[in-house]
């Protein structure tokens, strides 16, 4: 069997440098599906960062190929701090797509988005972007909502430290979340997201995986196939490496294969 090849790279413009590694198979041809996977956000970029990087894996053994990357101020991408709004950082997906599609001249795109990088992967959507597949891995769906998750987090990973340990958030910083820093400007982009309105999605094909079956997201598998979609709504086995401590590393191999299996079924 072939060996992955992992291929790090920086793309982009000189003022807004991503960098990215793309998986293959050695001596792979070009063409076929190319996929990109966007992370999650703050803590939980960290924690699921490994299941990410089996993701790839497994897509690169499946005969695809992959981009995964972080975003604009995150991981080794340019950047002093998080932008201050969502806009920005879905932009970056679509710098990712467009990479992939160059580099590999792939015949077709996929994009897999994880908790909030799956909110952006669904304004992208609305927005145009040419991709045959989406996976929505447990997206963020109500803003609001988590943007209080994350303050009650912050309280309590700041309640688990000794005193001495305490810091002051730093200045310009309305959240400080387990080392990571929410402005206000982003934090109001985040409590203001709404689902967009889709139109014209010809034949994409969509996989919503939760943990437990929303209606929030069952509402949005009707807007989605209002608009031309279709979509698979699916319940996850329940695993959350963005939960877990980053120590143990938690790779969910079934929701893995199904995310897999999914992209490689017939156009």
Known sequence: MAEERIDPLFFGSAEHRLFGCHHSLQGSPSGGL????????????????????????????????????????????AGDGWPDS???????LDLALRELALRTRVERSALVGVRLSA??????????????RVVLWDPILDGAGYAQALRQSAARFEQSLPDARRESRPQGLALECMGHGWSEPLLMSLRQWQAPKFERLGNTRVLILEATISSTASALAASLERGGARVRHETSSGSEPWNEDIDRGLVPARD???????????P
């Open 119 to 132: 909110t952006m992967a669904l304004d992208r959507l609305a927005a145009g972007a040419s991709v045959s």
């Open 86 to 92: 969502l806009h920005i950082w879905g932009t970056d």
């Open 256 to 266: 893995l294969a199904r995310i897999v299996e999914f992209l490689r079924e017939d």
């Open 34 to 77: 190319g996929v990109v996977i966007a992370p999650a956000v703050g803590h939980e970029y960290s924690r699921a960062h490994r299941a990410l990087r089996q993701l790839a894996r497994m897509i690169a053994n499946g005969g695809m190929r992959a981009l995964r990357f972080d975003l604009s101020g995150s991981g080794d991408s």
